[in-house]
């Protein structure tokens, strides 16, 4: 008989679930972002607790590895030399004549929409190591970002 003919179950047709992917190298993090990742294990453990459905219970279940994972390899980033760019880092700089402020951080505690940025994202490699009054190049231009400030 012919595969196509053959239906074994349904479950052979469903898009297989693998787990979140977690972010090369290693889990540098920030003093806030380490409670925020204690927080989160936290909370989807309450949500488990809750969970009406096996299948809520299996989604939250991977999603709690994750964090997990994340709270086990966490390792707080250290303090950036003063007034030098780094993990921790609030930073204005000017870039194609805009001012903006960002503030550097770890991959899970980055929120691109409230102004923290991932250190490993570009701007963010970027800026690393630089002091105010530098400029750093950025986007294949020499002099591009002006460091106005870092806190």
Do not use: C
């Amino acid at each position: 008989m012919s595969v196509a003919f053959r239906r074994e179950s349904d479950e052979e047709h469903l898009e297989p679930k693998f787990e979140l992917p977690i972010p090369p190298g290693p889990n540098l993090v920030t003093p806030r972002g380490l409670e925020l990742t204690r927080a989160k294990v936290a909370e989807v453990e309450a949500a488990i607790a809750e969970a009406e459905t096996e299948e809520d219970r299996t989604r939250l279940q991977r999603e709690l590895r994750y964090w997990n994972t994340r709270a086990a390899t966490a390792e707080l980033a250290p303090s950036p030399a003063k007034d030098e760019v780094g993990i921790g880092s609030m930073v204005t700089f000017r870039l194609n004549g805009q001012t903006k402020t960002l503030t550097i951080v770890g991959h899970d505690e980055a929120d691109p929409a409230h102004d923290r940025i991932a250190y490993a994202a570009p701007m963010a490699r970027a800026l690393m190591g630089a002091m105010a009054g530098e400029t750093v190049a950025f986007g294949g231009k020499q002099d591009a970002v002006e460091v106005v400030e870092v806190r």
